[in-house]
């Protein structure tokens, strides 16, 4: 039980993190916040990532530059250009490795206006950080594992963020239904998308690319959105007008 609860917790917070302040706010600036609050959810990100922690800068770079492409061959993570979930990957940690790692500079469009934190970025991408957590998590798994099959949930731990990432890519751009004629192939993932906290209302998403709230229709709905209106309310972000 408590290694269930573990995994749930896990999922959850490191996809909170990367749809909340990776997508919603680093990509798209859809809400604003003081530096003590951006502080903060940087480090919760580093924290919920841990070993698969994705650098904020090298994340918004890639994902303007996926709207502005959109399923098309300069996609950095479309599906409809590579063989298989496993290929699109491979290709997108390419190119983000270029960014993360300032090997590349991407076009003026995709510049700025994105929150860095250099020491935690050289923190969360060492080798040594990385193996840290995970030595945390087969810890803790060692301890508290009471069946040999929970030990294969293991690898998830490893790569939560990349996995979210292809999950929401993978499956946003190619099974589902359509609200609106984007000119690509976005879908909206029901009933998946409560398991994703929203992202997979990639249709939508691409349609209104600035607004906070994923859902559109009565019987959609995000559930990132409603934990921003309370954060609004309490003063923690300041959510755009659009």
């Known amino acids: 039980m408590i290694i269930l609860l573990f995994f749930v917790l896990h999922w959850f917070l490191s996809l909170f993190s990367q749809t909340f302040f990776l997508h919603r706010y680093a990509s798209h600036k859809m809400f604003k916040m003081n530096g003590f609050w951006e502080k903060f959810f940087y480090t919760i990100t580093f924290l919920s990532q841990g070993s698969s922690f994705l650098n904020p800068r090298a994340y918004a770079i890639l994902h303007r530059m996926h709207h502005a492409f959109s399923d098309t061959e300069k996609d950095p993570h479309s599906p409809h250009f590579v063989k298989d979930v496993w290929g699109m990957m491979i290709q ?10 300032y090997n590349e500079e991407p076009e003026e469009q995709f510049r700025d206006k994105y929150p860095s934190w250099p020491i935690i970025d050289r923190i969360g991408d060492s080798w040594v950080t990385r193996l840290v957590f995970i030595s945390f998590y087969i810890w803790f798994y060692v301890t508290f594992a009471t069946a040999w099959w929970m030990f294969l949930l293991l690898p998830v731990h490893f790569l939560m963020g990349p996995l979210h990432g292809a999950i929401v890519n993978w499956c946003g751009h190619k099974y589902g239904y359509s609200n609106h004629d984007n000119n690509d192939h976005s879908k909206n993932s ?11 209302f990639q249709n939508n998403h691409h349609k209104k690319p600035n607004s906070p709230n994923f859902a559109s229709k009565w019987f959609e709905f995000d559930p990132t959105y409603p934990l921003m209106k309370v954060m609004h309310w309490l003063h923690i972000i300041r959510i755009r007008k659009v």
């Open 92 to 101: 997108t940690k390419n190119i983000y490795l270029n960014y993360a790692k």
């Open 190 to 200: 029901l009933p998946l998308d409560f398991l994703m906290m929203g992202e997979l």
